[in-house]
């Protein structure tokens, strides 16, 4: 029993360490029975009935014990089938001659942005490729036409459509990449909120009035907001562009401006195409579209969202989304109001 209680205090040290780490982690006797095991592991669900419940992990660990060596594996792990998968890499090695410790690392989010750093790359690439090749095909075009007027003005419209498109697209990917990087050029300033909706509402104008849509802006002054009036500026033009884009002609869209507790929420609101409730959380991610046909139609380039997600983020704030197709959508972007020095001291 000495021996038992000495393998016990060795586990227990080994995972005290673990929890110093934040690390999830397992430590198992020489019949892969569990000794103990951090809070984290206890988080992902590894271990029930005193077993760790993959196959894979416990072979790991059996391999670690035949080979005496530190053996590694990248694996995906789900508690049980209503759990979410998990991207995990598990390392076995032996902790004493009684005793296997199984570390494991989530991945999930590492490898996820991972996929969509290589997808953005890829992306752009693709992006840039279908103006580019359409702006050298129109203008090949226009050299053979040029005895033909109508069709000249035909091909320059067109030239002129696709290096708009062009022009918006690089400018999109340098506005993201930036804020992205956290290297905002903008003023940080007390301003308005309810005049920067004005202007971008103003912005969407020319838009909307081509559509027949009619944007409802209710937006009291007087709600301050600290930040960059330019950024916050860009991701409501984003919201409101959408919301018109989205609809139906001759429908309207509507924003709303209140205070919630210590936070103003602009929302921007539609009765158009709305958004499968599976793809809400993808369409912040950069240049991803629910429909890519229509957004090409639309002369989207997928990044609008994402923008609106940094520029949210980096005020403090957050964007949220209620949407079903065919009802439409409401864009609600939440950003903490300004104290002024007596309201914070009273906080
Ligand atoms: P895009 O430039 O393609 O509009 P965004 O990042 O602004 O890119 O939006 C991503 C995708 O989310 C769009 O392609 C579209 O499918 C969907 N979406 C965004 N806003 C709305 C909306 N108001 N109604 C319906 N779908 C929307």
Redesign the pocket.
């Known amino acids: 029993m000495v021996g038992s209680s000495k393998v016990k205090k060795v586990a227990s040290d080994a995972v005290a360490f673990l929890e110093v780490l934040d690390t999830a982690g397992v430590v198992a006797d020489l019949t892969n029975q569990v000794v103990d095991q951090s809070s984290k592991a206890k988080d992902i669900g590894l271990v029930e009935y005193d077993k760790v419940i993959s196959p894979e992990l416990v072979e790991l660990m059996t391999q670690a014990r035949v080979t005496r060596q530190s053996v590694s594996q990248e694996l995906y792990f789900a508690k049980n089938n209503r759990s979410p998968k998990l991207f995990i890499s598990a390392r076995a090695t032996l902790l004493s001659e009684e005793l296997v410790i199984l570390l494991i690392e989530d991945r999930t989010e590492a490898k996820r942005l991972d996929e969509t750093r290589r997808d953005f790359v890829e992306n752009i690439s693709h992006e840039l490729k279908t103006p580019i090749s359409a702006i050298s095909l129109l203008s090949e075009a226009l050299q053979i036409a040029l005895d033909d007027p109508e069709q000249v003005q035909k091909f320059a419209t067109n030239l002129q459509r696709e290096s708009k498109r062009l022009g918006a697209l690089v400018t ?1 990917i340098i506005q993201l990449s930036r804020i992205q990087a956290g290297d905002l050029k903008g003023e940080i300033a007390v301003f308005d909120l309810g005049h920067v909706i004005d202007e971008a509402v103003e912005l969407n104008q020319f838009l909307a009035d081509s559509k027949g849509v009619r944007i409802t802006a209710d937006t009291p002054s007087g709600i301050m907001i600290d930040g960059d009036s330019e950024l916050i500026s860009m991701a409501l033009k ?2 409101i ?3 018109v ?3 139906e002609n001759n429908s309207n869209v509507g924003v709303g401006l209140s205070v919630v507790d210590d936070f103003a929420e602009v929302a ?1 609101i ?1 009765k ?4 499968p409730v599976d ?1 809400q959380e993808r ?2 991610e ?7 046909s ?2 090409r139609d ?11 997600k940094h520029a949210a983020n980096n005020h403090g704030g957050e964007v949220t989304l209620f ?1 079903r197709p065919n009802l ?2 409401t ?1 609600t972007l939440r950003l903490p109001i300004h104290q002024d020095d007596q309201q914070k001291d009273t906080k």
């Open positions: 999109k984003n919201l562009e959408n919301a884009l989205y609809s921007v539609d158009g195409i709305g958004i793809q369409i912040f950069r240049f991803y579209r629910v429909d890519p229509r957004s639309t002369g989207g380039t997928g990044l609008g969202l994402s923008i609106v949407s439409g959508s864009f």
